[in-house]
């Protein structure tokens, strides 16, 4: 009884932590369109795609797996809890305001390094919102680490909200108003893309404030030698955590550096903003991901694990392909989240689903090590990804563009699924359903295939021609799938109409 009720607290908690983060992230996400339609050229949105890839960084840096090692040490017995709270918090409190100082004193330096020079205050701005953030993280932990799933997800919502309605406040409201001598008295029109960066200021200072009771919840108490242990176990995370968030953003943080043209901010503005059109796959991956990682390891004990684990790879990537299938198809619509002057982009949307596909399936593959206690293969496998995406990157960003960008990720997580699934297999035998999944996977390149090439015959502004051919393509894909492995009859409620048609057939 004990395990059943423990079980249900965990998918409880699992569907909280779970939706505020899918939710946050598609909240964001319709910032997007805000941004290509308001801000005036693409290469304001390139300042923004590559400065929140370096923030990326640098928050997985300053938090340098302190995080995983308050949960750790917290959870032994032979320690304080309290301790290992205030001793955490006080050592990312410590170096988060120093990296803050640091970069206030030196940020027309590093603007310069950047290129922009003539934005020193980005800089400055964005150093203090990273260093809120990685010092923020703890108390999040903290808030985990108590089973407060509610307060956890309210503040991390809060923060998206604010950001939201701040953003059209300052890029939206502001313009119309701006002869309010209210607003005149402050407001900049000029300032554009500096207000993306306002706005994400003034929200992180508004959500570190209402962590204040979490932050103080616990009696101080600082010990060097308990520090000392905990970095010892973290640090060597922080390897791998850098290593994985560079497999994801290198590509946004070395195009402004390796791209040979002079509008290479206007490229990678195009390019940021139809990245995040295929952003809704990797939010299907984030979902599954956060229903799968609580079932995965109260399951391993189970000697029917196995088979269950095969099981959730099949249906994932079965799903990816109907959701990479619906996206290619009715891409003429989905272009619009973007403005007109980005579409030259969007070609890059097809080979970036399929980055999220591959790298959804290497995070299923990657339970094989957590389960073993191999996690010094993931460490291997990110830093083979590192250095494929770099090289890739050095060679062909100059030539080819942000194509590169895009490329040289689909083959990075690429490799590294396929090294992970043969490495895998002599530590932890998966029976994976590989004719049922290369099943689907010939029929997906088929059906792209004849969609492609139809579009090739017909006039290049046939989108109703287009969508046409893709519905009844997707539509053979759905007969596919409900024929062999999703019959409409073990769906809940209607199911029982299916099923009781098929057996009246019968």
């Known amino acids: 009884m004990a ?141 985990r680490y108590k089973q407060r799933p509610i307060r956890f997800a309210a503040l991390k919502l809060l923060f998206v909200v604010l950001n939201i309605i701040l953003n059209l406040f300052f890029l939206v409201l502001c313009p119309k108003i701006q002869d309010w001598s209210i607003i005149s008295a402050w407001y900049n029109p000029d300032y554009g893309v500096g207000y993306v960066f306002v706005a994400n200021i003034i929200a992180t200072a508004i959500q570190t404030l209402c962590l204040l009771p979490a932050i103080i919840a616990e009696k101080f108490s600082f010990s060097f030698s308990l520090l000392k242990e905990i970095l010892h176990y973290s640090l060597p995370l922080l390897v791998l955590g850098v290593a994985g968030i560079m497999n994801q953003t290198l590509d946004r943080i070395l195009f402004p550096f390796l791209y040979a043209g002079d509008d290479a901010q206007t490229q990678l503005g195009i390019y940021g903003a139809c990245f995040k059109v295929a952003m809704v796959m990797m939010m299907f991956t984030q979902a599954f991901r956060y229903a799968y990682e609580p079932f995965v390891f109260s399951k391993h004990k189970d000697k029917q694990s196995v088979e269950a684990y095969a099981d959730a790879m099949k249906y994932y990537i079965i799903f990816s392909y109907l959701i990479l299938l619906g996206m290619i198809f009715y891409l003429d619509i989905l272009k619009f989240i973007v403005a007109e002057s980005y579409w030259s982009g969007l070609r890059i949307v097809p080979v970036v689903l399929w980055t999220y596909i591959f790298q959804g399936v290497y995070f299923n593959l990657s339970f094989w090590y957590k389960l073993t206690d191999r996690t010094q293969w993931g460490a291997w496998f990110s830093l083979i990804g590192v250095a494929i995406t770099f090289t890739l990157q050095i060679i062909f960003v100059p030539k080819i563009g942000y194509m590169a960008s895009a490329a040289s990720s689909t083959v990075c997580y690429f490799v590294i699924m396929l090294l992970s699934y043969f490495v895998g297999r002599r530590y932890l035998v998966i029976p994976y359903d590989l004719k049922s999944i290369g099943g689907y996977t010939v029929l997906t390149l088929l059906l792209l295939g004849i969609y492609y090439a139809v579009r090739q015959l017909v006039p290049q502004h046939s989108m109703s021609i287009s969508m046409a051919v893709g519905t009844v393509l997707l539509i053979i894909y759905l007969a596919v799938l409900i024929k062999k492995d999703f019959p409409l009859s073990g769906l809940p409620i209607v199911g029982k109409w299916f099923k009781n048609k098929t057996q009246n057939q019968q």
């Not at 939706?19 to 369109?33: C, R």
């Not at 693409?42 to 960084?57: E, F, K, P, R, S």
């Not at 797996?65 to 308050?70: A, L, P, R, S």
């Not at 205050?121 to 993280?137: K, P």
């Open 3 to 143: 395990n059943t009720k423990e079980m249900r607290g965990l998918a409880k908690d699992t569907a909280i932590y779970g939706l505020s983060s899918i939710i946050g992230k598609f909240l964001n996400w319709l910032l997007v369109p805000l941004y290509t339609y308001v801000l005036k050229q693409q290469a304001d949105y390139g300042i923004v795609t590559n400065l929140y890839a370096w923030t990326a960084l640098l928050l997985v840096i300053l938090t340098y797996g302190m995080e995983t090692g308050f949960f750790r040490f917290a959870n032994r017995d032979d320690k304080s809890a309290s301790q290992v709270y205030t001793t955490i918090l006080t050592c990312i409190g410590f170096t988060s305001t120093l990296f803050a100082v640091l970069c206030c004193i030196f940020s027309q330096s590093i603007a310069n390094l950047l290129g922009y020079a003539e934005h020193r205050e980005f800089i400055s701005l964005l150093a203090i919102v990273v260093s809120m953030d990685a010092f923020a993280s703890i108390p999040f932990a903290y808030l």
